[in-house]
């Protein structure tokens, strides 16, 4: 209780100016701009269409899957964007149907005092990909150019060293024979807002909120100055960033999918027809009764 507290004073504080309290009493232009800006939206995925899609694409994945490992393919796909772009709901759409042996998913904490002392990007080589495999780095090496960068993480000097070398590093990693995919989700300012009072109410979302949210919401155009400078240096002919909107989720996990599978050709593997093999009646038992009396989960529904 003191926490959600905290959080919703804290949000007040930086959203008061969005109150429609503080808005002038007649805005007929804003009006008319907003209402264009609507009729201009597309019109919302309903669910039924969404599931099917997303099962078509998730199928799609499971042949990728299949070509990866068939030819020992290697891939790291990154995902970077503001806090509550849809990072995480994006690469659920994108693993759920797939082996987590195959498809692996990074998403590392924040340094340990070893691996501060370590080159910088040292501690995300160890999880590189080995043949047959797809890596997902839910936030990577580009924190020094975002996060650390905005939040007093480290120095100019060190953002800019990151930002020279990374070209570099990634020209290395592709002729090493690793698919690099790297994938900014961009939400809007209104988005951005909506969602993180979403999370201040809803007790299944509260473990969304990081002590980095509410500040990194106050520094919202740093962040957009850290992006567009990451964007000018390292948006290379041989690791390009695909820019992903966001702001409608469906439609993100839908466009996100089918472009990976664009940027991944494969053929379908041939498999063998499997027959399910007859139960063997050598030393057959009851094994239900031998089992009587042990402790069982009760059945509540």
Not at 84 to 113: C, W
Not at 118 to 147: C, K, L, T
Not at 187 to 193: G, P
Request: glycine fraction near 4%; charge should be positive.
């Amino acid at each position: 209780m003191h926490i959600s507290r905290v959080l919703t004073n804290t949000a007040t504080k930086f959203y008061r100016l969005s109150s429609p309290h503080h808005e002038p009493a007649t805005q007929p232009k804003s009006m008319s701009k907003q209402k264009e800006s609507k009729e201009s939206q597309p019109e919302k995925l309903k669910r039924k269409a969404y599931e099917k899609e997303l099962r078509q694409l998730q199928e799609e994945l499971c042949h990728l899957q299949a070509w990866v490992k068939h030819k020992g393919l290697r891939a790291i796909i990154i995902f970077e964007g503001r806090d509550a772009a849809g990072k995480g709901g994006t690469i659920r759409a994108l693993t759920e149907r797939v082996s987590p042996r195959v498809f692996r998913t990074v998403a590392l904490p924040a340094p340990s005092d070893r691996e501060k002392s370590q080159m910088y990007i040292q501690r995300y080589m160890q999880h590189f990909p080995a043949a047959g495999e797809i890596v997902i780095f839910d936030r990577s090496w580009y924190n020094r150019a975002g996060v650390e960068y905005v939040m007093g993480f480290c120095t100019k000097e060190q953002r800019d060293r990151f930002l020279e070398l990374c070209p570099e590093i990634e020209k290395y990693i592709v002729e090493g024979g690793i698919k690099l995919i790297k994938i900014w989700l961009e939400s809007s300012d209104k988005e951005q807002k909506r969602r993180f009072e979403a999370r201040m109410e809803d007790p299944l979302r509260q473990w969304k909120l990081s002590p980095m949210d509410l500040p990194s919401r106050e520094k919202w155009y740093e962040y957009s100055k850290a992006r567009d400078k990451m964007l000018e240096a390292t948006d290379t002919k041989h690791a390009p960033w695909h820019i992903l909107r966001s702001d409608d989720k469906k439609r993100a996990r839908l466009n996100c999918l089918r472009h990976i599978i664009s940027l991944i050709p494969y053929k379908k593997v041939p498999r063998a027809k499997i027959k399910l093999p007859e139960r063997s009646k050598k030393h057959a038992y009851d094994d239900q009764a031998s089992i009587i009396g042990r402790k069982f989960v009760p059945e509540k529904y």
